[in-house]
């Protein structure tokens, strides 16, 4: 028998290994945003120089669009298992078979092209457990005090993929060992990760046997009885009340603020994703436009999340210190640090000329570093209104990035015909727009109480605030 001290903080490890876990997923999608510029098509035969005409628009198109699809098409079942069989089971799962993808990548992409895109809905499959269970690990092990530390630090998944994929792709790609290294060493780290994962993770602190009771006090401190219930008592868990959930004007709050995150309306029909603009299009705007080589390509488009990684951190751990003004309030100034700010530097980017590419990167960093604020804005506060069905309003997060996964890649290669810098201007444009509408209607209906439909048998009023009866505005 293990001796427990008195005051663990044992839910920081895990913490930490869960922010792992949940790269390594992402990083194994992310990887192909940068090696489909330099690995050869289907049919292509692989020479010595490493060049290559490489896919089709189409056929990229179609590989970036059935990562989309699989998410979409897996969100709704992964939603579901995790309520009724726990994260731990569900997300080792995802992580299975994204891991199984990936290796599989150099192999059957040479193959056939359809292999190639199965593969690539199976990863995008795995991805869809991402959201719901960064929401999912936030209510359970997180205390009330510390929302914004884990919410912040769990969602840095995409900037960690970024930061560890782009220059090790980069690397790889420019050395002997090639493209096909790069999937082969994701798919080596996500098992190890994962298996390491399953290991130590338990649904809930009172699970686990490295959990004393007083950190447990801590983690549960504040929290509703019908919260807990529905965390401890695995026979008695309440059917997720989806009708309450929808009509709560709080929560689409929280959608709002993710579409702004990840999407943009160019003349009020087409959409694009802002989050896949910076992570899929970058290195091919750096490439392309600005004009860097295969491997400073892979540096310079880790450099902006790198600095995003940072300012989530420390904007996710200030959320949670910061005293003197209500949480509501907090949120507002955090959203619109994330998606106003960003809209400003994306416009500014917008007009940025060929042969100033070091202009360019500054612009295009702090436009991605402050959408790192997001987790102190409706990040945060999608699991301070859902708390114990918080895995619900992160899946719809999670529908609305498979939306922009799916509809980007067609739209940016319908945008970029020539690759212009008009045609750039257009897209950075109508992104800023679109974020400062979404975070407009997110700072109007957004609260930090948590929703009636947290406590049991609570009617649910029309009203603006569906907090439990007596809270107290925070």
């Known amino acids: 028998h293990c001796i427990i001290p008195e005051q663990s903080l044992f839910r920081f490890p895990i913490l930490l290994l869960s ?9 194994n999608i992310v990887c192909f945003n940068f090696v489909v510029l330099f690995m050869p098509s289907t049919f292509e035969r692989e020479n010595i120089n490493h060049t290559y005409i490489g896919y089709t628009k189409h056929e990229r198109t179609l590989l970036f669009s059935s990562v989309a699809i699989g998410a979409l098409a897996a969100v709704v079942l992964v939603s579901h298992a995790t309520h009724a069989h726990g994260t731990r089971k569900v997300f080792f799962v995802a992580g299975l078979l ?8 150099p192999s059957l992409s040479r193959i056939s092209l359809n292999w190639f895109i199965a593969l690539r809905f199976v990863q995008g499959a795995s991805l869809s457990a991402a959201m719901p269970t960064a929401g999912s690990i936030t209510a359970s092990w997180a205390s009330l005090s510390q929302h914004g530390l884990f ?40 098992a190890a990760i994962f298996a390491v994962w ?18 447990t006090a801590t983690i549960q401190e504040g929290k509703s009885a019908a919260d807990l219930a529905h965390c401890d008592s695995e026979g008695t868990r309440k059917k997720i009340p989806y009708l309450a959930i929808i009509s709560t004007p709080a929560v689409w709050a929280v959608w709002v603020g993710a579409l702004g995150d990840y999407v943009a309306v160019q003349a009020g029909l087409t959409v694009l994703s802002t989050f896949q603009l910076i992570h899929i299009f970058s290195p091919l705007y750096l490439h392309s436009v600005l004009g860097y080589s295969m491997e400073e390509t892979g540096w310079a488009a880790a450099l902006p999340v790198v600095l995003q990684f ?23 100034i955090y959203n619109s640090l994330a998606l106003a700010v960003s809209a400003c530097f994306l416009v500014a980017l917008a007009f940025v000329p060929r042969g100033y590419p070091a202009c360019g990167l500054v612009l295009l960093t702090l436009a991605n570093a402050m959408f790192g604020f997001n987790g102190g804005g409706f990040n945060k506060c999608a699991t301070l209104v859902s708390r114990q069905y918080s895995h619900f309003v992160m899946a719809n997060i999670q529908v609305i990035q ?12 319908w945008m970029l015909r020539k690759g212009s ?35 049991p048998d609570v009617p649910v009023p029309n009203g603006r605030n569906q907090g439990r009866f007596g809270a107290k505005q925070v």
Not at 98 to 105: D, G
Not at 402 to 413: D, Q, W
């Open 19 to 27: 922010m792992l876990a949940l790269s390594i997923l992402m990083s």
């Open 402 to 413: 498979g939306l922009s996964l799916l509809i980007s890649p067609v739209l940016v290669n």
């Open 98 to 105: 994204t891991t199984v993808a990936t290796a599989l990548i």
């Open 310 to 332: 940072l300012v989530k951190m420390s904007a996710g751990h200030s959320s949670d210190r910061i005293v003197g003004v209500s949480e509501t309030t907090k949120l507002r």
């Open 198 to 215: 399953y290991f130590v993770y338990r649904n809930q602190p009172s699970q686990h046997p490295l959990i004393s009771a007083s950190e």
């Open 151 to 190: 919410m912040s630090t769990l969602t840095t998944f995409s900037q960690v993929s970024a930061i560890f994929s782009m220059p090790v792709s980069g690397y790889l790609c420019a050395t002997a060992l090639g493209w096909k290294a790069v999937f082969y060493l994701h798919s080596i780290v996500s």
């Open 421 to 455: 810098m008009s045609e750039w201007r257009l897209i950075f444009v109508s992104h800023g727009c679109l974020l400062l509408i979404c975070n407009a209607v997110f700072c109007i209906f957004t609260t930090a109480k948590p929703a009636l439909w947290t406590e």
